[in-house]
């Protein structure tokens, strides 16, 4: 037990810096924080609390479609977030003029810290984030694919905060290509329940 909350509360907070990382480098946010994003230019609030607040949003829509957050759902919901907005105060303007290699070693380092960040958080086993249990919760009470409704979901996600004013780029494409193969690889370093179990773990995408 003890193992499995360092593992999730390790997890969470790279998760945040590795946000953190893919906003620096300038070329684009994964889909979800194209969102946050967008809502923070026009809401003035800090995208770290706009995360926040849509994680409790979102967290509401499962009380319809009969989800049970566990610690992790919640602890999701509230330490990303605070983790991505102390990141970017300790940081403040250094990589604001960084060049293209840098900020291109930035999205790369982000991917691979977010991979990491998720299979750490996956394989606690506490509960899926807000935006994987709306997912796979919806697609149990639809009856369609979980890639179909991940794929509708997210991409309103991005088609909204895109509208709003977020960062959409070849970085947000390389992410959505690259993030699945990298989850993949590194699960098995911190998912130790049982080869049975664990063949669910391909339904959660993401940390979110």
Not at 68 to 85: E, H, Q, R
Not at 174 to 189: M, R, S
Request: charged share 10%.
């Amino acid at each position: 037990m003890a193992r499995r909350l360092i593992q999730l509360y390790l997890g969470l907070a790279a998760y945040g810096v590795s946000m953190a990382m893919l906003l620096y480098a300038q070329l684009g946010l994964m889909p979800w924080d194209v969102l946050h994003q967008g809502l923070a230019l026009r809401s003035g609030w800090p995208m770290g609390r706009m995360a926040i607040l849509v994680g409790a949003l979102v967290l509401l829509a499962w009380i319809p479609i009969r989800q049970k957050p566990g610690l992790g759902t919640v602890s999701n919901v509230v330490v990303i977030g605070l983790v991505f907005d102390a990141t970017l105060a300790w940081i403040g303007s250094a990589l604001d003029d960084a060049g293209l290699a840098t900020r291109i070693g930035l999205l790369l380092g982000g991917i691979v810290l977010n991979g990491l960040a998720t299979a750490a958080y996956i394989g606690a086993r506490f509960g899926p984030g807000p935006r994987d249990g709306l997912m796979t919760g919806l697609a149990r009470r639809t009856g369609r694919s979980v890639r179909l409704v991940r794929t509708v979901i997210e991409g309103s996600a991005l088609g909204v905060g895109f509208a709003l004013g977020g960062t959409l780029g070849i970085g947000t494409l390389v992410y959505a290509l690259a993030i699945g193969p990298v989850i993949q690889a590194l699960l098995p370093w911190f998912d130790r329940a049982p080869k049975v179990a664990a063949s669910t773990a391909p339904l959660a995408a993401t940390a979110e």
